[in-house]
């Protein structure tokens, strides 16, 4: 979780412990959580290329939770609330994961949908796991 943690924070830009916190809790005050837009996880051009330089961390902690929910980690992700009811196939996530999206993938958004979807779970996840501590 540590790593989460260092790469949320880098994303938001705050240095204050205080403010960080207090950002946090705001994330899960908040009804709609992350989507309801925080510093560095407003714009897609931002949330798309924190999960894409972040993959490799993120991915592995999708893995570990879901392996703790006893959910395939691919399934796991096309439920997450944000992504609901778009019905995306787990192998179209696997090729936005593995940064190898096909054209139509890429022409309808979903790359830009599922990446933004994973910076927004990030937050989430560093927000629970700073207001558990």
């Excluded at 996880?41 to 893995?63: A, E, G, L, P, Q």
Aim: proline fraction near 4%; aromatic fraction near 10%.
């Amino acid at each position: 979780m540590q790593n989460l943690l260092e790469i949320v924070r880098e994303q938001t830009g705050i240095k204050d412990d205080d403010e960080f916190n207090e950002t946090m809790q705001d994330v899960l005050r908040s009804p709609d959580g992350a989507m309801s837009g925080f510093a560095g996880f407003i714009y897609h051009s931002d949330t798309c290329k924190f999960s894409r330089d972040n993959m490799k961390t993120i991915w592995r902690h999708v893995v570990d939770q879901s392996a703790d929910f006893g959910e395939d980690p691919l399934t796991m992700v096309s439920n997450f609330n944000c992504l609901s009811g778009l019905n995306i196939p787990p192998f179209e996530i696997a090729a936005i994961v593995h940064n190898d999206p096909d054209t139509a993938t890429i022409n309808d958004g979903i790359d830009t949908q599922v990446l933004n979807a994973l910076a927004w779970y990030t937050l989430e996840e560093v927000a629970n796991y700073i207001a558990a501590d």
